[in-house]
């Protein structure tokens, strides 16, 4: 299921940022008494109960505001309404009800969009609560009185967001075609490599960076196969977001990565890899995504020679060395250039994201690995791995029952995921370990 995406919108200095840190479970948004100290929106996935969804920071809204800055988060704020599943409409028992807060009320009513109403810095229930009753006047159910700063009732405002969450039984869950996400700097070809697999223009295609500005789905089938094509926004280093439009395409494209199995990074081979792909394939590869790294508009570099292909893959596994699974291809949308090799590599990464190891011939694997290279050990005590056992895939997931966790070094659990991957291959998707201590085991 799509993860739901829920935006606090509000006035500026009524605690947004005091909300989403406490929310987020970490000091993310600057907070200040300054109005107007949040410019850009933040995200974050936040966990309540049996959900987890993304919660966005906005900046303040001043409906009639000449002030650049203000008209801008007006603008910012526009846009989360527009892009979120849930909002939350925060305001100030203290202040109390502004006209402020009524225009803002008026907006979120255009929008259609769920709202739920929250009263914040309500520190002391027996003393404010009649004042809280003054928020009804704004027409958007009732108010659900709060204190971010002091966390108090949180739980009850999280119940009423999630309530407006779809249940977890959907059309897409049940669908078992190959969701993939193409994923990429703006104008790399993204839309261009979808309209190639699909015979027609689906997706618009501009030489203006951008202007795929959401996630839109395109199913596409292939030999009989059907396959949900996620074309996304191009993220932008930050420093280079400047249309305030931009931000919302990064968290479209992380809630694209979300839904699919499959992550498609699109390199311009004519620029290279660089340290922005790194920051995006680190989205698909923290998620446990399969991923395919296609290089496109081949064709369109200059003074190929036999050994090009081969100094811009030992670029792209030194930029992505946290990623050497990824499966690699060289492709031209605009030529055709080994497009139809994209199915099948998808086919193969899928296959591999639900393979299933016997436990038996996994913990042969391990104790051979062991066997060939000892364990690390630390003050005269050696690791022991009693047992291996793979608990889930997508992305696959193996469970490693040791004596003490702190003796698994990172180099040595690499060595043998290695060991794995030479047995079963795993191409084109992560492997996850989990380390489990069993105390007096013989």
Known sequence: MSRQVVAVVGRPNVGKSTLFNALAGSRIAIVEDTPGVTRDRIYADVEWLSYTFTLVDTGGIEPDS??????????????????????????DVRQGLTDSDSKVAQMLRKSGKPVVLVVNKVDDFEKYMPDVYEFYNLGLGDPIPISAKSKLALGDMLDAVTAYFPEDSTEEEDDDSPRIAVVGKPNVGKSSIINKLCGENRVIVSDVAGTTRDAIDTVISHHGDEYVFIDTAGIRRKNKIKKEIEHYMIIRAVTAVERANVVVLVIDATEGVTEQDAKI??????????????????????????????????????????????????????????????????????????????????????????????????????????????VAVGPPTFVLFVNEKKLMHFSYQRYLENRIRDTFGFDGTPLRFIIRERKGEK
Do not use: C
């Open 66 to 91: 000449s002030d650049i800055i203000l008209s801008q988060m007006r603008e910012q704020a526009q846009i989360a309404i527009d892009t979120a599943d849930v909002v939350i409409f925060l305001t």
């Open 281 to 390: 394939a680190g989205i698909a590869h923290e998620r446990g995504k399969g991923m395919i790294i296609a290089v496109n508009k081949w064709d369109a570099v200059p003074d190929k020679t036999d050994k090009t292909i081969y100094k811009v893959t030992e670029d792209i596994k030194r930029t992505l060395s946290f990623m050497p699974y990824a499966r690699l291809l060289f492709i031209s949308a605009k030529t055709g250039q080994r497009m139809e090799k994209l199915f099948s590599t998808i086919d193969a990464v899928t296959q591999n994201q639900n393979l299933r190891v016997a436990t038996g011939v996994l913990n042969e694997i391990i104790m051979e690995a062991v066997a060939m290279q000892q364990p690390p050990q630390d003050k005269g005590k050696r690791l022991r791995i009693y047992y291996a056992t793979q």
